[in-house]
């Protein structure tokens, strides 16, 4: 039977009121409002009201029926499990009923609230959905058809996963061919969600779609030329996608389609221009690239060039006509969240243990605040990509076009071709050489030029020649680039001194100790900014600081750097609580300082020891509440743990063992305990990084732990996590040579005790303290093995090879070391006979033998 259902007319007016006054821009009223509405969830039938407004009542004015639907769809969201049967029947009916009305408004509104519904798990619970919304396409009623295809393009965006699996019997055998009917479509609007709906099964590669896959490109072709733009947007997309996964299907064509693309990368509408100019960046990633576009070059490249133009709208965004606004504080939704990258060790590898160029300033991120991805950008992606297939190929298209834009009278045009030859720098390099000697200095003229965007696009540009700047004689570029970008750091535009911030921590990367002369004056520069700058340019001023002193390193260690340094960092540190996540990039910063710094920063290590233990521990106490009561406790925000135990590494590193005092004074070790079997690999790694920075440092307080963290390790050596994987095998591997250390020494105060076991660790040993430079821990420990070898010279028989080799990783070994060497390696020799001697040492590699012979005459 039919449900039926009528409101209550005094509850029907309660709920209207709510709604009414839910539009007030009064937030108190809204704060009540809210109150109300989630009191009224007690009362099952209140979905009802909810949807009888949004279906029924024809009288309300279209926002509030809109609104209504809008916080049942939230309802579901949160509650849909508790519904009674028949108020989801009936909103369900309803859905069904009403996807036709005459609104556009109220059709969407529908249509949110069925692919809710739908993706509560409910699609296997409304068998006649699919088969519904489906039949009600073909309906003659312009209004039932589109709204049905709203639904449709919804659900298809978000359950694609589940309409191809077995679990609803595959009802994309029937939707695909049906949506392709409807590319034809007489009305523009149904067509875009035809073709929208199939797009949504490309990259998945499904089999429905992929049956139909010709008729689908013919399809797509007939709607090259379409008037509508939201379907040319839609068919650029299409053929994007279709590149990564049929471009067997797309080659015949492809003269066909590269000459389109052209066409609506030019697009009157920004949108379509924007998705046709995905097509160059993808492209650049096939292998057939190269082949592919060569002879559309001479057009490819005058439309890319010119795409890389700020429009009219860009400048109003980026309020390009206010140069100084140095003093206005940043709004907060300004500051992007900032990813931490957690510490690796091993080499220095980056995050997945290949050694890729992956500097994050580098990519083409030159004006954040315009809708983030923009024609302008998407351009000089793609240019940047295709200067990298094609090499200096491209020199001959982009020339000539340079000459014009960068000598341009017109900053727009001038501000594009800066951004060009920055795009080009990675790719185009060698070509570039010899014209660079005539653009640097432009380019370091045009630092000053008037206009606030063209001095922060040519901070960029400049970066991306960093590293041919540097290879030059320090005074004939680097020395004025720097003094310019110093200059700029503290210019009165925002956007400016972060773009110089930027470029001068990419040249600080590149130029390292080529600085040392002028630290003085860099000092000067960044801390003076450090009064001067606002929220957002103050993260980028730490990155800049924190870079400097991993580039000079040691020499930074002079008291009055330290003294100009140190306060004002410290004074931030002392401002910022626990809480604040703008401690992420001091704490990163602080932890590079330490390095450089060594005893240098003893005076300040205490109070930033503590803080980084507190840390940790309070981040541990927290999650340890959430996991106990998720109802009650918040997760923690586990960055902060991360970022501490990496200054922890950073101390260890630069203070060695004067941190000894500062680790037995506190419980660092059972808090590393813990981390190390945190569920998030980021701070497994830096407990391991740090671990063996610890390890280094002050090993007899690790000692006592290691029976408890080599299983840990060891179930860490997992190559799926490869950073987290590399962290723990290095720090395996510290643990080895103090424990070889000790081992060694033990053996030069009792070797009468531990000779006799000689034979279990000779190999091992040999093999963890090759690896290590000379320094009197290696001094010592080698005297204890010569002298246990002496004690019991048979036990080092079966791997003598391995001493061999040992021995041979001693640069200058001090001279009574030396002999002792001598005396076993000749005893070993007139032991076994030169003939023996001559077929022993033919094992071994060419440069141990000539070791030996060089060094011990054997």
Known sequence: MEYEWKPDEQGLQQILQLLKESQSPDTTIQRTVQQKLEQL?????????????????????????????????????????????????????????????????????VGILITTIASKGELQNWPDLLPKLCSLLDSEDYNTCEGAFGALQKICEDSAEILDSDVLDRPLNIMIPKFLQFFKHSSPKIRSH??????????????????????????????????????????????????????????????????YMLQRTQDQDENVALEACEFWLTLAEQPICKDVLVRHLPKLIPVLVNGMKYSDIDIILLKGDVEEDETIPDSEQDIRPRFHRSRTVAQQHDEDGIEEEDDDDDEIDDDDTVSDWNLRKCSAAALDVLANVYRDELLPHILPLLKELLFHHEWVVKESGILVLGAIAEGCMQGMIPYLPELIPHLIQCLSDKKALVRSITCWTLSRYAHWVVSQPPDTYLKPLMTELLKRILDSNKRVQEAACSAFATLEEEACTELVPYLAYILDTLVFAFSKYQHKNLLILYDAIGTLADSVGHHLNKPEYIQMLMPPLIQKWNMLKDEDKDLFPLLECLSSVATALQSGFLPYCEPVYQRCVNLVQKTLAQAMLNNAHPDQYEAPDKDFMIVALDLLSGLAEGLGGNIEQLVARSNILTLMYQCMQDKMPEVRQSSFALLGDLTKACFPHVKPCIADFMPILGTNLNPEFISVCNNATWAIGEISIQMAITIGRLGYVCPQEVAPMLQQFIRPWCTSLRNIRDNEEKDSAFRGICTMISVNPSGVIQDFIFFCDAVASWINPKDDLRDMFCKILHGFKNQVGDENWRRFSDQFPLPLKERLAAFYGV
């Open 41 to 109: 969830n007690q009362y099952p039938d209140f979905n009802n009201y909810l949807i009888f407004v949004l279906t029924k009542l024809k009288s309300e004015d279209e926002p509030t029926r809109s609104l209504s639907g809008l916080i049942l769809k939230n309802n579901v969201k949160a509650h849909f499990q508790n519904f009674p049967n028949g108020v989801t029947d009936f909103i369900k009916s309803e859905c069904l009923n009403n996807i036709g009305d005459s609104s556009p408004l109220i059709r969407a509104t």
């Open 194 to 259: 035809a073709v929208a709906c199939v797009n949504q099964f490309i990259i998945s590669r499904t089999q429905a779609l992929m049956l139909h896959i010709d008729s689908f490109i013919e399809n797509l072709f007939a709607l090259a030329g379409d008037e509508e733009p939201e379907v040319r947007k839609n068919v650029c997309r299409a053929l994007v996608m279709l590149l990564e996964v049929r471009m067997d299907r797309l080659l015949p064509h492809m003269h066909n389609i590269v000459e």
